[in-house]
Nanobody
Framework: QVQLVESGGGLVQPGGSLRLSCAAS????????MGWYRQHPGKPRELVAT???????NYADSVKGRFTISRDNAKNTVSLQMNSLKPEDTDGYYC?????????????WGQGTQVTVSS
């Protein structure tokens, strides 16, 4: 069993910054990739940013230049630094990891942390 604990969400003014963190614990054999998704009301869950264990990153076009994802493999954590936040960034943000152990790995999701961007 793997558990993901998210932190760092909250209320911030437009143009402000937040840093989200996610820590994986439990029976983590290895981590192939970690990332963050967000879900807009009435829309499918959307990729925000991912990072592989090798350090390769991928960002949604809407957050490029504003968000930065990073990881600490030793601590099984992933962080998302969010700068220049916009009201459109308001969402529940969900941590994601893909772990090893079988072809294709195992997917795990956090419970979500709320980010609200409002004046």
């Amino acid at each position: 069993q793997v558990q993901l604990v998210e932190s760092g969400g909250g209320l911030v003014q437009p143009g402000g910054s937040l840093r989200l963190s996610c820590a994986a614990s439990g029976s983590v054999f290895s981590i192939n990739a970690m990332g963050w998704y967000r879900q807009h009301p009435g829309k499918p869950r959307e990729l925000v940013a991912t990072i592989t264990s090798g350090g390769r990153t991928n960002y949604a076009d809407s957050v490029k230049g504003r968000f930065t994802i990073s990881r600490d493999n030793a601590k099984n954590t992933v962080s998302l630094q969010m700068n220049s936040l916009k009201p459109e960034d308001t969402d529940g943000y969900y941590c994601y990891i893909n772990t090893g152990g079988r072809p294709g790995g195992y997917d795990y999701w956090g419970q979500g942390t709320q980010v609200t961007v409002s004046s």
